[in-house]
Every structure is written in C-alpha cells, then in structure tokens.
C-alpha cells in the first residue's frame, strides 16, 4: 500500500510518499496552505492511489500540543469528511513529529523543497515505528 505524508504548517504544507511498495519515503511537493490545500491532497491522494495519510502532529518536547495543532486537528477532521463523502476509505493517521523541518535544512539546506523534505522524514519515523 502506498503512503502519504504531510508536515503542516502556517504558510506551506510538505508532501511526501513512498513508492509502490510502500517501503521508502519520497519528499513530492510542497503547497502554500491556502483554501485549495485539501483539494490539492485529495487529487494527489487519487492520482497516486494513497491508501493511508499520515500528518505530523507538533508537540513540543514535554509532549504538549504546539499552537499549530489546532489548526492541524482541523485540517485533518476537514480531509475525513471529504473523504468520508467521497466514500474513500483512506485511513488518516497522526505520528509524532519533532523538529523535522530544522533536520531536513541541516541534511539540505534551505530549498524550495525543504517541507516535502520533512514531511518525508515524517513518513521515514513512520515506517520505522511500523
């Protein structure tokens, strides 16, 4: 099954992937968080046949909800209702994440891609934890 993930954030959201096999983490994209962000996931999320999405929930290091987690809680409960109307059963998943947007800079530099990189590092935390 072929996995998706997304590092939100204010201004831009991180896409990344795995292959066919669902074994390795791809970064795909990176959109501004505008109103057409959940179409853009639900298209992405039908051309390339996604079978879960995973979102990176931001805690801090004492395991409380960062000021984003609202708005990320938010953003996921709007993708299972469109996804629930779409009579997709695509499951969404929240996994931990902490500080992958400063570990794909330090891995990369700061790029155009440099979100979809940490959504990729998200989804590599993941596969690891499976």
Not at 62 to 83: C, H, M, V, W, Y
């Amino acid at each position: 099954m072929k996995l998706m993930a997304i590092d939100y954030g204010e201004r831009r959201v991180g896409v990344a992937s795995t292959d066919e096999m669902g074994d390795f983490a791809l970064p795909r994209a990176v959109w501004p968080n505008d109103k057409t962000l959940v179409d853009k996931v639900l298209k992405f999320r039908e051309e390339e046949e996604i079978g879960k999405i995973i979102i990176g929930e931001s805690r801090d290091l004492s395991g409380n909800s960062n000021p984003i987690q609202k708005a990320i809680d938010s953003f996921k409960s709007e993708l299972e209702t469109r996804l629930s109307a779409q009579s997709s059963e695509v499951e969404i998943v929240c996994h931990p994440e902490v500080f992958t947007t400063l570990e794909a800079r330090r891995l990369q530099g700061r790029t155009e891609m440099t979100d979809a990189s940490a959504a990729a590092l998200i989804l590599k935390n993941y596969l690891e934890s499976r």
